[in-house]
């Protein structure tokens, strides 16, 4: 088993972040990148509450959970390609449960700048009971410029070297330990760049008016 991965456990109340996307060719995921999990009997873990795991029967009821009902009509819906999903302990000691959504929102932000993937806010929920099949599950609605990310890459998931590299940006998660506000100001630009689906024609204007 490769360092990092551990075999999953039952745990409680959970919130999750699905990361839907095209799978990697069998070459790719075999000999190049391979994912940073690759089937649901291991989790790759972040620190002693976040970690990456690929969810089974789990994911497509966290996409119908959070998909809108509509009424009288049945949309074609994406499949469910759940290549995995960050996922966070809910807090039982009275800390902040809102605290910790956010740091697994922030989690999700710091991977984009060791690589870039899609994994947006279109599929973010919390499972009252992690583990269980019949959990109820909470669909969380968060509002911004797009829910949707754009990165322009195609490889569109963590590798296992990826996650190595996120694990050591934990640290930067908690208020008790803040960025230089320079830092984190330019990490929510980045941020905002990535969820503009205009940033190809924002970044050929900046360089047009560089070279006139």
């Known amino acids: 088993m490769q360092e990092g991965l551990v075999m999953i456990d039952s745990q409680k109340g959970c919130y999750v972040i699905l990361h839907v996307?095209?799978?990697?060719?069998?070459?790719?995921?075999?000999?190049?990148?391979?994912?940073?999990?690759?089937?649901?009997?291991?989790?790759?873990?972040?620190?002693?509450?976040?970690?990456?795991?690929?969810?089974?029967?789990?994911?497509?009821?966290?996409?119908?959970?959070?998909?809108?009902?509509?009424?009288?009509?049945?949309?074609?819906?994406?499949?469910?390609?759940?290549?995995?999903?960050?996922?966070?302990?809910?807090?039982?000691?009275?800390?902040?449960?809102?605290?910790?959504?956010?740091?697994?929102?922030?989690?999700?932000?710091?991977?984009?700048?060791?690589h870039p993937t899609s994994t947006g806010d279109r599929y973010i929920a919390r499972v009252h009971d992690f583990g269980l099949g019949d959990s109820q599950i909470e669909a969380i609605e968060r509002r911004g410029i797009s829910p949707n990310v754009y990165p322009n890459e195609s490889r569109d998931w963590l590798s296992v070297e990826d996650a190595e590299e996120l694990k050591g940006l934990m640290q930067w998660l908690p208020k008790s330990k803040p960025m230089h506000r320079r830092v984190r100001r330019a990490l929510c630009n980045h941020e905002y760049a990535?969820?503009?689906?205009?940033?190809?024609?924002?970044?050929?204007?900046?360089?047009?008016?560089r070279i006139n």
């Open 21 to 114: 996307g095209k799978p990697p060719s069998q070459s790719a995921a075999k000999d190049h990148w391979p994912p940073v999990v690759q089937d649901g009997s291991t989790r790759f873990d972040l620190s002693a509450d976040t970690w990456i795991e690929k969810l089974g029967q789990l994911a497509p009821r966290i996409q119908k959970a959070c998909d809108p009902p509509h009424c009288n009509h049945e949309p074609n819906r994406l499949p469910h390609n759940n290549l995995y999903a960050f996922v966070r302990r809910v807090p039982t000691d009275g800390s902040s449960q809102k605290e910790a959504l956010e740091q697994l929102l922030g989690t999700v932000v710091l991977s984009r700048l060791i």
């Open 194 to 209: 990535m969820r503009s689906c205009y940033l190809d024609t924002m970044l050929s204007g900046y360089k047009l008016n």
